[in-house]
């Protein structure tokens, strides 16, 4: 199990074809990593839809035949995603948008950075369990 | 059924009533020397006796997203199965035999019909899997479990409980047309469809014209010209009464008149 090197800092990189068609590859990754996290079923559940808001968002900006570079950070109990894209003429977030009350409803912290070529979304998750029970640790 | 609802000596007087007409039916079911029709009554007879059964399985899946009325009918299904392939001389109740041939098949139309995409069965039986064990350990942690927990439960690894959770998302999908009736039967219930798209506003305007249309080809040209050029061409009645060589008064009482006979036409149409 990858748990025992989650310990320290990990990282995970992933890059894809700024496509829809491989939304669903990031979605199983990041469920896959954040089950070795210690996240419950409902907040996998929570982190799916965040992902899928998250590439939603930065798919819309990215230019044509773009990458998605996805980030992981991975310390126990909390996962960070970074979303970034090439995008030549970035629009600003829209706040009021739908999608983006759904993002910060569900995430600890949401964020865009929105840069000359560029266009990121940021999400960070924590896990609603205690880490502080005597469930951690134990398989890790 | 009264079986399943009174109690004590009323319930065993009516399960022993069941039990023997039970029997009786299958004896004349099962006799070769009895007619095909008479065999076929037996056989409806049974079913029928024993619907309650049904209703009985189909209940305990009920609130599982697929209707009521569809698990009583594919329960019914395998009662039919079970009267026929059932062997009087077993020495095992009806009911003991019939009921996992019911709920064989009422489990058999979730995992095979209730998907909305084909899943392959090994991932829908993870996934029922699945969510009995979130169920239970939900209720015995207290919380919602980790998914190694539910893999040491299942007795498999964390990615396939990861790959469960995907296809679970195939299960079931929602039509654009689908209702939110969430606030009761009221059959008003707002479409997914209504939520993301609006009316096109011009959309309206489409019906009159075309309602209009042949009503103004059967005016008088006279008053055809007037109208044309009153909110067409946007003309005052007294540029219109000097256009055609009439009085402005005659304009305004041919025009409230013209514009009366288009709008009860309209009304009688609806």
Redesign the interface.
């Known amino acids: 199990m990858i748990t025992s090197g989650v310990g320290a800092r990990s990282d995970v990189e992933l890059r894809l074809p700024a496509d829809g068609a491989y939304a669903a590859v990031l979605r199983t990754l990041t469920a896959g990593l954040a089950a070795r996290l210690d996240f419950t079923m409902d907040d996998i559940e929570d982190l799916r839809i965040a992902v899928s808001e998250t590439t939603a968002m930065v798919l819309d900006q990215a230019d044509p035949g773009a990458d998605l570079l996805c980030r992981f950070r991975l310390s126990p109990g909390e996962l960070t995603l970074e979303c970034s894209t090439t995008a030549a003429a970035p629009a600003h977030p829209d706040y009021d948008s739908f999608g983006w009350q759904v993002l910060t409803t569900l995430t600890t912290d949401a964020s865009v950075d929105v840069a000359p070529g560029g266009y990121a979304v940021r999400i960070t998750l924590r896990t609603s369990l205690d880490l502080s029970d005597d469930v951690t640790g134990v398989g890790l | 059924m009264t079986e399943v609802d009174s109690r004590g000596s009323g319930r065993s007087a009516a399960l022993e009533a069941t039990r023997r007409e039970n029997a009786r039916l299958f004896l004349i079911f099962r006799d070769t020397d009895a007619s095909d029709a008479e065999r076929d009554t037996a056989r409806d007879s049974l079913v029928h006796l024993h619907l309650p059964l049904v209703e009985h399985c189909a209940r305990r899946f009920r609130n599982r997203g697929e209707p009521y009325e569809d698990l009583v009918q594919v329960g019914t299904i395998g009662l039919i199965k079970a009267v026929d392939r059932f062997d009087t001389d077993r020495g095992v109740e009806f009911s003991t035999y019939a009921t996992p041939t019911i709920i064989g098949e009422i489990k058999r139309y979730f995992r095979d019909k209730g998907w909305a995409i084909r899943v392959p069965r090994r991932l829908q039986e993870l996934r029922m899997q699945i969510s009995a064990a979130?169920a239970e350990l939900t209720q015995s942690l207290g919380?919602?479990?980790?998914?190694?927990e539910?893999a040491?439960s299942i007795g498999c690894t964390?990615?396939e409980?990861?790959?469960g959770?995907?296809s679970s998302n195939a299960y079931a999908t929602l039509s654009l047309d689908a209702t939110d009736d969430s606030d009761g039967d009221s059959g008003g219930g707002q479409s997914m469809l209504d939520a993301i798209g609006i009316d096109d506003v011009a959309l309206e305007h489409v019906e009159i014209r075309e309602s209009v249309r042949p009503l103004l080809e059967s005016l008088p040209p006279r008053e055809k010209k007037i109208l044309l050029l009153r909110f067409f061409k946007n003309m005052t009645q007294s540029q219109i009464a000097a256009e055609i060589g009439v009085s402005q008064m005659h304009v305004s009482r041919l025009l409230t008149r013209t514009l009366e006979q288009l709008r009860t036409s309209l009304e009688h149409d609806v």
């Open positions: 979130t919380r919602s479990p980790l998914p190694r539910i040491e964390v990615e409980i990861v790959e959770l995907e």
